[in-house]
Antibody, heavy 118, light 105 residues
Framework: EVQLVESGGGLVQPGRSMKLSCAAS????????MAWVCQAPKKGLEWVAT????????YYRDSVKGRFTISRDNAKSTLYLQMDSLRSEDTATYYC???????????WGQGVMVTVSS | IQLTQSPSLLSASVGDRVTLSCKGS??????LAWYQQKLGEAPKLLIY???SLQTGIPSRFSGSGSGTDYTLTISSLQPEDVATYFC????????FGSGTKLEIK
């Protein structure tokens, strides 16, 4: 059974940093591109970042370029999101998701809440 | 590509045939998926590539469309289908629609 379990969320002040982790199991992690998707409170979904199966390529939405870094450790089957210079508008639930067929997110974690507030 | 979903809120009775719409600002070339998100849960993939049913999803869910216009149909609404439904395009960038909240009348 595919499982994605996020951790590392919480309350953080504007301008500070936070690192999210996503532990994967139930599939061959290093065969899949992975992503982070966020959802602001009572809002829709937004793709945040994607990393290729081997970590050689990364992609970001414009609003997080230069502030967020996606990475992975295939030996540990773990995905990360380093978030720096956080802003109030980054407040959201962050989901770890697997890129399956044709770029579709086919499995998601349960999500972790990040609140950016003073 | 921006996606516009309609209606934003839909109320229907158990057993009804329900149709949700998703319209793109440009041609999506059938790279369109649908997700179901129940309250407090992660999204679940229902349909990908316009009309391919994800493994384990009931056959009452189906997708159709082409170009800029796509539809998710639930052939016979069940109480467990109460959720918000999002469309998602992966033809040019990765974007989600704003969602349709489906309620039981």
């Amino acid at each position: 059974e595919v499982q994605l379990v996020e951790s590392g969320g919480g309350l953080v002040q504007p301008g500070r940093s936070m690192k999210l982790s996503c532990a994967a199991s139930g599939f061959t992690f290093n065969n899949y591109d992975m992503a982070w998707v966020c959802q602001a409170p009572k809002k829709g979904l937004e793709w945040v970042a994607t990393i290729s199966y081997d970590g050689s390529s990364t992609y970001y939405r414009d609003s997080v370029k230069g502030r967020f870094t996606i990475s992975r450790d295939n030996a540990k089957s773990t995905l990360y999101l380093q978030m720096d210079s956080l802003r109030s508008e980054d407040t959201a639930t962050y989901y770890c998701a697997r890129h399956g067929i044709s770029g579709v997110f086919d499995y998601w974690g349960q999500g972790v809440m990040v609140t950016v507030s003073s | 590509i921006q996606l516009t979903q309609s209606p934003s809120l839909l109320s229907a009775s158990v057993g009804d045939r329900v149709t949700l719409s998703c319209k793109g600002s440009q041609n999506i070339n059938n790279y369109l998926a649908w997700y179901q998100q129940k309250l407090g849960e992660a999204p679940k993939l229902l349909i990908y590539n316009t009309n391919s049913l994800q493994t384990g999803i009931p056959s009452r869910f189906s997708g159709s469309g082409s170009g800029t216009d796509y539809t998710l149909t639930i052939s016979s609404l069940q109480p467990e289908d109460v959720a918000t439904y999002f469309c998602y395009q992966y033809n040019n960038g990765l974007t989600f629609g704003s969602g349709t909240k489906l309620e039981i009348k």
